[in-house]
């Protein structure tokens, strides 16, 4: 009746499918799927949602046999409008060339959200007509004809066979017309059950569709740590891959998934003492309260650098790549930094630095100590010279490494401060973030990240063609096996010749 074959125009719905059928005997018919949906099976319904249409219907509705289908028409004008296709949680594919869309038919975030609309109560477990049917376990099979996974088949069994679940996931080729071409993200999946209730079934998909789609097509609220506890009690806490969930259902906001796995480990920990969590969260509440929360990264970058300034006696500083001028504003608060100048490629940036620093409103004697101006660090600049240090903190990875050295030659060769402090990422440290997938840089503008060798080898050949001595500090907790999480480069100024050219 609905294929995923078809072609896709500009401007027309998404369309995205799904089935569950179940069987029965005649003392207990499989029509009873009408009831715990609460949608008879002899008609076709019609649902409106915030980006289309949902559409319930029965392929086949007997006692021994009933499939339920539900397919979802999405407006993708609509979809765009309302979202934008921007923001945290946003839907980065279904904006994607704004109004034409390459996967129409793969079951996303919106399938999850029309299936909690449209089988409200048969997922939570009602039903009035016949309040016997939600409690029992009956042979189920889901059918999702095209649902992207990132992370393949393996996560796809890795995410339901733990519930009970026997799964037949098929990858879908790029093109059956190109076999060489390999398969694409999409899978066929299959899920048959005997164990599962139907509400269980509909709250594993609800839960675990947009995680293997790793995307959400709206703003992903603290209300949603809410949504997610509820939806996955009685499952979720004793899930092996309880962490990946529950990351990549709030779109991979730390705070928010901070917050649901510390409230998982109170359900654990009630269910372990065989007591209530208001109990022990009270407890931990009053062992805890005193305790001061960690240091973000950013403030250990900041004082870090600003120890090292000290240190080498500076007065005079030029924030290179100063952004939104964070560092520029923990320098002003330091009277011992007689002159801080910040410099951006990006006008909005600057923009955003001067409100930031509120410059207009600013008295007269500390507005003469700072100054904003616009340059790009792969020029030489005169007006950079004569400083007695150069930051640049989380710059250099966001330049092509055939850029580099027109920077370095800018840095060190041109304008040679007495001190440069360069910082970076560490990509040894990645795995460390249990919230960024294997194989991804940090931010999606960098270029690049170096392992600790790596960064030693440039700063090294850096110092060495310009004549500087560089040594190098950690920034952030430094773990034994992969080191810390930004690793700093301090060049000092050996050589006072001319450096030579890059």
């Not at 995307?215 to 209300?223: E, F, I, L, R, T």
């Given at each position: 009746m609905y294929g995923t074959e078809n072609v896709h125009p500009a401007g027309e719905a998404l369309r995205m499918f799904l089935t569950i059928t179940t069987t029965g005997t005649p003392e207990r018919p499989a029509t009873d799927?009408?009831?715990?949906?609460?949608?008879?099976?002899?008609?076709?319904?019609?649902?409106?949602?915030?980006?289309?249409?949902?559409?319930?219907?029965?392929?086949?509705?007997?006692?021994?046999?009933?499939?339920?289908?539900?397919?979802?028409?999405?407006?993708?004008?609509?979809?765009?409008?309302?979202?934008?296709?921007?923001g945290r949680?946003?839907?980065?594919?279904?904006?994607?060339?704004?109004?034409?869309?390459d996967r129409p038919y793969a079951a996303s975030?919106?399938?999850?959200?029309?299936?909690?609309?449209?089988?409200?109560?048969?997922?939570?477990?009602?039903?009035?007509?016949?309040?016997?049917?939600?409690?029992?376990?009956?042979?189920?099979?889901?059918?999702?004809?095209?649902?992207?996974?990132?992370g393949g088949p393996d996560l796809v069994r890795k995410l339901f066979e733990p519930l009970g679940w026997?799964?037949?996931?098929?990858?879908?080729?790029?093109?059956?017309?190109?076999?060489d071409w390999g398969d694409s993200r999409y899978?066929?999946?299959?899920?048959?059950?005997?164990?599962?209730?139907?509400?269980?079934?509909?709250?594993?998909?609800?839960?675990?569709?947009?995680?293997?789609?790793?995307?959400?097509?709206?703003?992903?609220?603290?209300?949603?740590?809410?949504?997610l506890l509820r939806v996955g009690e009685g499952w979720l806490p004793g899930h092996p891959e309880q962490r990946l969930i529950i990351s990549r259902?709030?779109?991979?906001?730390?705070?928010?998934?901070?917050?649901?796995?510390?409230?998982?480990?109170?359900?654990?920990?009630?269910?372990?003492?065989?007591?209530?969590v208001e109990e022990i969260d009270n407890a931990v509440e009053a062992e805890t309260e005193t305790e001061e929360k960690p240091t973000p990264l950013a403030v250990q970058r900041r004082e870090a650098i600003v120890t090292a300034l000290r240190q080498s006696k500076a007065a005079r500083v030029l924030d290179l790549g100063c952004g939104q001028g964070q560092l520029v504003q923990t320098l002003l608060k330091d009277p011992a930094f007689t002159e801080i100048v910040g410099v951006d490629v990006s006008m909005r940036a600057l923009t955003i630095a001067s409100r930031r620093l509120k410059l207009d409103r600013m008295g007269e004697r500390q507005a003469s100590r700072v100054q904003l101006f616009q340059g790009s660090l792969a020029y030489t600049d005169v007006r950079l010279k004569g400083?007695?240090?150069?930051?640049?903190?989380?710059?250099?990875?966001?330049?092509?490494?055939?850029?580099?050295?027109?920077?370095?030659y800018a840095v060190f060769g041109s304008a040679r401060p007495r001190t440069v402090l360069v910082?970076?990422?560490?990509?040894?440290?990645?795995?460390?973030?249990?919230?960024?997938?294997?194989?991804?840089?940090?931010h999606g503008d960098h270029r690049f990240e170096w392992t600790r060798a790596e960064f030693r080898a440039w700063a090294e050949a850096v110092a060495e063609r310009h004549g500087y001595g560089v040594a190098f500090e950690p920034v952030g907790p430094d773990d034994p096996e992969v080191g810390p999480p930004t690793q700093m480069a301090v060049f000092t100024l050996t050589a006072p010749k001319e450096a030579k050219a890059a």
């Open positions: 799927l009408g009831y715990l949906l609460h949608k008879h099976p002899d008609k076709a319904q019609a649902f409106s949602t915030s980006y289309g249409t949902a559409h319930v219907l029965y392929p086949e509705a007997e006692a021994g046999r009933c499939t339920a289908a539900l397919l979802l028409e999405v407006d993708a004008v609509a979809l765009v409008r309302r979202g934008k296709g921007k949680g946003g839907a980065p594919d279904a904006a994607l060339a704004q109004y034409v869309n975030s919106l399938l999850a959200v029309a299936l909690s609309g449209v089988f409200s109560s048969a997922m939570k477990g009602v039903c009035n007509a016949r309040p016997e049917l939600p409690g029992q376990a009956r042979p189920l099979r889901v059918e999702v004809p095209a649902l992207p996974a990132r026997t799964v037949t996931v098929e990858p879908v080729p790029l093109d059956t017309e190109f076999p899978v066929r999946l299959v899920l048959e059950s005997d164990t599962l209730t139907l509400a269980e079934a509909l709250r594993h998909l609800y839960v675990l569709l947009p995680v293997l789609d790793d995307a959400k097509h709206y703003w992903v609220a603290p209300d949603e740590v809410d949504k259902y709030l779109s991979r906001r730390w705070s928010l998934t901070r917050q649901a796995t510390e409230r998982l480990e109170l359900v654990r920990l009630a269910e372990t003492d065989d007591s209530e400083y007695d240090a150069a930051v640049l903190s989380e710059v250099i990875e966001h330049l092509d490494l055939p850029r580099l050295p027109a920077l370095e910082t970076t990422p560490n990509v040894e440290y990645n795995v460390r973030w249990e919230s960024l997938p294997a194989g991804h840089v940090r």
